[in-house]
Protein backbone atom coordinates (compact mmCIF):
# COMPACT_ATOMS: atom_id res chain seq x y z
CA UNK A 1 0.00 0.00 0.00
CA UNK A 2 1.51 3.47 -1.04
CA UNK A 3 0.97 6.02 1.51
CA UNK A 4 0.27 9.83 0.62
CA UNK A 5 -0.15 13.05 1.92
CA UNK A 6 -3.01 15.40 1.64
CA UNK A 7 -3.07 18.83 3.10
CA UNK A 8 -6.09 20.49 0.82
CA UNK A 9 -8.13 21.89 3.52
CA UNK A 10 -11.15 21.90 1.77
CA UNK A 11 -12.93 23.29 4.77
CA UNK A 12 -15.97 24.95 5.13
CA UNK A 13 -16.94 27.23 7.56
CA UNK A 14 -18.72 31.06 7.26
CA UNK A 15 -19.77 33.85 9.38
CA UNK A 16 -16.74 35.91 8.98
CA UNK A 17 -15.54 38.19 7.83
CA UNK A 18 -10.80 32.65 -20.86
CA UNK A 19 -8.34 34.58 -23.40
CA UNK A 20 -6.88 37.40 -21.20
CA UNK A 21 -4.69 36.90 -18.15
CA UNK A 22 -4.19 39.87 -15.50
CA UNK A 23 -1.24 41.84 -15.53
CA UNK A 24 -0.25 43.60 -11.46
CA UNK A 25 -0.65 47.23 -11.25
CA UNK A 26 0.72 47.11 -7.63
CA UNK A 27 2.28 43.61 -6.33
CA UNK A 28 5.04 42.48 -3.91
CA UNK A 29 7.15 39.60 -4.68
CA UNK A 30 8.20 37.15 -1.92
CA UNK A 31 10.24 33.90 -1.74
CA UNK A 32 8.48 30.67 -1.51
CA UNK A 33 9.72 26.97 -0.22
CA UNK A 34 8.16 24.80 -2.47
CA UNK A 35 8.23 20.88 -0.47
CA UNK A 36 6.84 18.04 -1.79
CA UNK A 37 4.73 19.95 -4.43
CA UNK A 38 3.39 22.19 -1.61
CA UNK A 39 4.18 25.97 -1.35
CA UNK A 40 5.16 27.56 1.72
CA UNK A 41 6.11 31.12 2.41
CA UNK A 42 6.93 33.35 5.55
CA UNK A 43 3.87 35.07 7.58
CA UNK A 44 4.56 36.96 10.74
CA UNK A 45 1.66 37.24 12.90
CA UNK A 46 1.16 40.06 15.19
CA UNK A 47 5.24 40.94 14.97
CA UNK A 48 5.87 37.20 15.51
CA UNK A 49 9.29 35.51 14.04
CA UNK A 50 8.01 34.76 10.92
CA UNK A 51 6.26 31.14 10.71
CA UNK A 52 5.52 28.88 7.86
CA UNK A 53 2.02 29.23 6.29
CA UNK A 54 1.01 26.47 3.35
CA UNK A 55 -0.53 28.43 0.58
CA UNK A 56 -3.70 25.99 -0.41
CA UNK A 57 -6.51 26.80 -2.96
CA UNK A 58 -8.28 24.15 -1.75
CA UNK A 59 -8.90 25.48 1.62
CA UNK A 60 -12.25 27.20 1.09
CA UNK A 61 -12.37 28.80 4.18
CA UNK A 62 -13.55 32.23 5.59
CA UNK A 63 -10.29 33.02 7.76
CA UNK A 64 -6.79 31.94 7.08
CA UNK A 65 -5.60 28.99 9.47
CA UNK A 66 -3.24 28.80 12.60
CA UNK A 67 -1.93 25.31 14.11
CA UNK A 68 -3.43 25.48 17.45
CA UNK A 69 -0.08 25.12 19.52
CA UNK A 70 1.43 28.32 17.78
CA UNK A 71 -2.01 30.03 18.58
CA UNK A 72 -1.24 29.31 22.01
CA UNK A 73 2.82 30.13 21.71
CA UNK A 74 1.69 33.50 20.72
CA UNK A 75 -1.05 34.42 23.23
CA UNK A 76 -4.00 33.69 20.92
CA UNK A 77 -7.02 32.41 22.73
CA UNK A 78 -9.80 30.25 20.88
CA UNK A 79 -13.11 31.01 20.83
CA UNK A 80 -16.42 30.60 19.01
CA UNK A 81 -15.90 26.56 18.40
CA UNK A 82 -17.76 24.78 15.71
CA UNK A 83 -17.45 21.52 13.53
CA UNK A 84 -16.64 21.84 10.28
CA UNK A 85 -15.66 19.38 7.18
CA UNK A 86 -12.34 18.52 5.77
CA UNK A 87 -11.22 16.33 3.06
CA UNK A 88 -11.05 13.38 5.64
CA UNK A 89 -14.02 14.07 8.08
CA UNK A 90 -14.58 17.16 10.04
CA UNK A 91 -12.63 18.38 12.73
CA UNK A 92 -13.29 21.16 15.06
CA UNK A 93 -12.48 25.13 14.45
CA UNK A 94 -12.33 28.07 16.73
CA UNK A 95 -11.64 31.55 16.64
CA UNK A 96 -9.50 34.24 17.54
CA UNK A 97 -9.52 38.17 18.11
CA UNK A 98 -8.13 40.07 15.29
CA UNK A 99 -4.52 40.02 14.17
CA UNK A 100 -2.23 41.31 11.81
CA UNK A 101 -0.45 39.16 9.22
CA UNK A 102 2.26 39.96 7.66
CA UNK A 103 3.90 38.69 4.20
CA UNK A 104 7.12 40.20 2.89
CA UNK A 105 6.29 43.94 2.92
CA UNK A 106 2.72 43.44 2.38
CA UNK A 107 0.69 44.01 5.96
CA UNK A 108 -3.17 42.30 6.09
CA UNK A 109 -5.42 44.34 7.93
CA UNK A 110 -6.35 42.70 11.03
CA UNK A 111 -8.67 39.67 10.69
CA UNK A 112 -9.45 36.49 12.81
CA UNK A 113 -7.56 33.35 12.04
CA UNK A 114 -9.18 29.86 12.86
CA UNK A 115 -7.33 27.65 15.15
CA UNK A 116 -7.27 23.48 14.91
CA UNK A 117 -4.95 21.25 15.04
CA UNK A 118 -2.06 21.07 12.19
CA UNK A 119 1.51 19.98 13.49
CA UNK A 120 -0.18 16.10 13.36
CA UNK A 121 0.41 16.30 9.64
CA UNK A 122 3.82 17.49 10.09
CA UNK A 123 5.74 14.28 10.72
CA UNK A 124 3.23 13.24 7.06
CA UNK A 125 4.20 16.09 5.35
CA UNK A 126 7.70 16.01 6.39
CA UNK A 127 7.78 20.18 7.03
CA UNK A 128 6.24 22.00 9.54
CA UNK A 129 3.06 23.69 8.77
CA UNK A 130 2.20 26.60 11.29
CA UNK A 131 -0.90 27.94 9.38
CA UNK A 132 -2.55 27.73 6.16
CA UNK A 133 -3.49 30.75 3.66
CA UNK A 134 -6.89 29.66 1.88
CA UNK A 135 -9.48 31.68 0.18
CA UNK A 136 -9.58 35.20 1.80
CA UNK A 137 -5.78 35.81 0.78
CA UNK A 138 -6.17 34.27 -2.74
CA UNK A 139 -9.16 36.66 -3.19
CA UNK A 140 -7.78 39.55 -1.86
CA UNK A 141 -4.38 39.10 -3.56
CA UNK A 142 -4.48 37.01 -6.70
CA UNK A 143 -1.42 35.27 -6.22
CA UNK A 144 0.74 34.23 -8.93
CA UNK A 145 3.20 31.22 -7.99
CA UNK A 146 5.96 30.40 -9.76
CA UNK A 147 7.45 26.72 -8.85
CA UNK A 148 10.19 26.87 -10.56
CA UNK A 149 12.15 29.78 -9.89
CA UNK A 150 10.38 29.53 -5.85
CA UNK A 151 8.75 33.17 -5.56
CA UNK A 152 5.16 34.37 -5.81
CA UNK A 153 3.77 37.39 -6.91
CA UNK A 154 0.50 39.23 -4.93
CA UNK A 155 -1.60 41.74 -6.51
CA UNK A 156 -3.91 43.61 -4.57
CA UNK A 157 -5.10 45.56 -8.16
CA UNK A 158 -5.31 43.77 -11.54
CA UNK A 159 -5.36 44.82 -14.84
CA UNK A 160 -6.19 42.77 -17.74
CA UNK A 161 -4.68 41.90 -21.42
CA UNK A 162 -5.44 39.25 -23.67
CA UNK A 163 -3.37 35.74 -23.53
CA UNK A 164 -3.72 32.61 -25.08
CA UNK A 165 -2.87 30.74 -21.73
CA UNK A 166 -5.71 32.17 -19.85
CA UNK A 167 -8.84 29.91 -18.54
CA UNK A 168 -12.34 30.44 -17.38
CA UNK A 169 -12.87 29.50 -13.63
CA UNK A 170 -16.10 29.42 -11.48
CA UNK A 171 -15.20 30.29 -7.60
CA UNK A 172 -18.04 28.20 -5.86
CA UNK A 173 -18.19 27.43 -2.06
CA UNK A 174 -14.72 29.67 -1.81
CA UNK A 175 -13.15 26.87 -4.68
CA UNK A 176 -11.59 27.57 -8.14
CA UNK A 177 -13.29 25.36 -10.57
CA UNK A 178 -12.41 24.95 -14.39
CA UNK A 179 -13.69 22.56 -16.91
CA UNK A 180 -10.95 19.84 -18.55
CA UNK A 181 -11.74 17.18 -20.77
CA UNK A 182 -9.75 13.89 -20.15
CA UNK A 183 -9.02 10.69 -21.50
CA UNK A 184 -10.05 7.72 -19.59
CA UNK A 185 -8.24 4.76 -22.02
CA UNK A 186 -6.82 4.91 -25.25
CA UNK A 187 -8.64 5.47 -28.36
CA UNK A 188 -11.94 6.29 -26.00
CA UNK A 189 -13.35 10.21 -27.05
CA UNK A 190 -12.58 12.41 -24.18
CA UNK A 191 -15.05 12.99 -21.29
CA UNK A 192 -16.07 16.28 -19.92
CA UNK A 193 -15.04 16.47 -16.73
CA UNK A 194 -15.03 19.93 -13.54
CA UNK A 195 -11.83 19.84 -11.38
CA UNK A 196 -11.08 22.14 -8.18
CA UNK A 197 -7.65 23.76 -8.48
CA UNK A 198 -5.97 22.65 -5.37
CA UNK A 199 -1.86 24.11 -4.88
CA UNK A 200 -2.63 21.76 -1.00
CA UNK A 201 -3.13 18.42 -3.20
CA UNK A 202 0.17 17.26 -3.75
CA UNK A 203 -0.57 14.78 -6.72
CA UNK A 204 -1.83 15.42 -10.50
CA UNK A 205 -5.17 14.30 -10.78
CA UNK A 206 -7.67 12.87 -7.88
CA UNK A 207 -11.20 11.79 -8.74
CA UNK A 208 -13.73 11.39 -7.34
CA UNK A 209 -15.78 8.50 -5.32
CA UNK A 210 -18.68 9.31 -7.46
CA UNK A 211 -16.79 9.87 -10.70
CA UNK A 212 -14.74 6.57 -10.20
CA UNK A 213 -17.90 4.15 -9.46
CA UNK A 214 -19.91 5.84 -12.81
CA UNK A 215 -17.07 4.55 -14.98
CA UNK A 216 -16.02 1.83 -13.36
CA UNK A 217 -11.82 3.04 -12.56
CA UNK A 218 -11.24 0.60 -10.31
CA UNK A 219 -11.70 -2.38 -12.91
CA UNK A 220 -8.32 -1.31 -13.70
CA UNK A 221 -6.65 0.24 -10.77
CA UNK A 222 -2.93 -0.65 -9.90
CA UNK A 223 -2.09 -0.10 -6.28
CA UNK A 224 -4.18 0.58 -3.19
CA UNK A 225 -3.38 4.07 -1.17
CA UNK A 226 -4.25 5.35 1.61
CA UNK A 227 -3.28 9.44 2.79
CA UNK A 228 -3.43 11.48 6.12
CA UNK A 229 -5.34 14.79 5.80
CA UNK A 230 -6.80 16.94 7.86
CA UNK A 231 -10.03 15.38 9.48
CA UNK A 232 -8.63 11.59 9.01
CA UNK A 233 -7.60 9.33 6.26
CA UNK A 234 -8.59 9.09 2.78
CA UNK A 235 -8.44 5.89 0.81
CA UNK A 236 -8.26 4.62 -2.92
CA UNK A 237 -5.74 3.30 -5.98
CA UNK A 238 -4.23 4.50 -8.52
CA UNK A 239 -4.68 4.68 -12.69
CA UNK A 240 -2.88 5.39 -15.75
CA UNK A 241 -4.53 8.01 -17.58
CA UNK A 242 -4.05 8.76 -20.93
CA UNK A 243 -4.57 12.40 -21.24
CA UNK A 244 -5.60 15.54 -19.37
CA UNK A 245 -6.49 18.68 -21.60
CA UNK A 246 -6.88 21.88 -19.16
CA UNK A 247 -7.21 24.84 -21.64
CA UNK A 248 -4.99 24.40 -24.17
CA UNK A 249 -2.77 22.43 -21.88
CA UNK A 250 -2.27 18.84 -22.39
CA UNK A 251 -0.50 15.75 -19.57
CA UNK A 252 -0.24 12.71 -20.95
CA UNK A 253 0.55 9.01 -19.68
CA UNK A 254 0.18 10.21 -15.71
CA UNK A 255 -1.10 8.07 -12.52
CA UNK A 256 -4.43 9.25 -11.36
CA UNK A 257 -5.91 8.80 -7.40
CA UNK A 258 -8.89 7.39 -7.46
CA UNK A 259 -11.00 7.69 -4.53
CA UNK A 260 -13.05 5.15 -2.48
CA UNK A 261 -14.21 7.61 0.58
CA UNK A 262 -17.18 7.32 1.72
CA UNK A 263 -17.24 10.90 3.25
CA UNK A 264 -15.54 13.79 2.82
CA UNK A 265 -14.24 16.30 0.49
CA UNK A 266 -13.31 13.41 -2.02
CA UNK A 267 -16.65 11.60 -2.01
CA UNK A 268 -18.74 14.48 -3.11
CA UNK A 269 -20.70 14.72 -6.78
CA UNK A 270 -20.50 18.30 -6.95
CA UNK A 271 -17.09 18.10 -8.98
CA UNK A 272 -15.29 15.34 -10.43
CA UNK A 273 -11.76 15.65 -8.96
CA UNK A 274 -9.30 17.70 -8.04
CA UNK A 275 -6.05 18.71 -10.41
CA UNK A 276 -3.42 19.48 -7.85
CA UNK A 277 1.22 20.33 -7.56
CA UNK A 278 2.25 17.52 -9.73
CA UNK A 279 0.53 19.22 -13.16
CA UNK A 280 0.78 22.70 -11.64
CA UNK A 281 4.44 22.64 -10.77
CA UNK A 282 5.03 23.01 -14.41
CA UNK A 283 3.51 25.90 -15.19
CA UNK A 284 3.34 29.96 -13.63
CA UNK A 285 -0.02 30.02 -12.31
CA UNK A 286 -2.05 33.05 -11.88
CA UNK A 287 -5.28 32.89 -9.54
CA UNK A 288 -6.71 35.75 -10.58
CA UNK A 289 -9.86 35.83 -8.62
CA UNK A 290 -10.74 39.32 -9.19
CA UNK A 291 -11.81 38.17 -13.01
CA UNK A 292 -12.82 34.59 -12.19
CA UNK A 293 -9.76 32.95 -14.48
CA UNK A 294 -6.92 30.63 -14.13
CA UNK A 295 -3.81 31.93 -16.19
CA UNK A 296 -1.07 28.44 -16.69
CA UNK A 297 1.88 30.20 -18.53
CA UNK A 298 4.28 26.68 -19.59
CA UNK A 299 7.94 27.00 -17.89
CA UNK A 300 9.40 23.43 -19.16
Given at each position: ??R????????????????????????????I????????????????????F??D????????L?????????G???E???????????V?V?????V???????????A????????????????????????????????????????????T??????????????L????????????????????H???????????????????????????????????????????????????L???????????????????????????D????????????????????????????
Amino acid sequence: MIRITLLGAVLLFAGLGGNQTAIAASSVEVPIEVHEGHVYVNVVVNGSQPLSFLVDSGAAVSAELIDKGVAEKLGLQGEDERTTPAIGGNVRVSFSRPVTLRIGSLEIPPAKLALLSLSDNDEAEGHKVDGILGFPFFAAFNPEIDYKNQKMRLSTSLSVKNDRYAISCELVEKLCRINAEIVLTPGQPAEHIKLIVDTGYDGSLMLNTPFVEKHNLLKSAGEAISGSSLGGKTEGATRRIPSLLIGTHATRQFDARLSTDKQGAFSTSDVDGYVGAEILKHYLVLFDYSHQRLVMRPQD
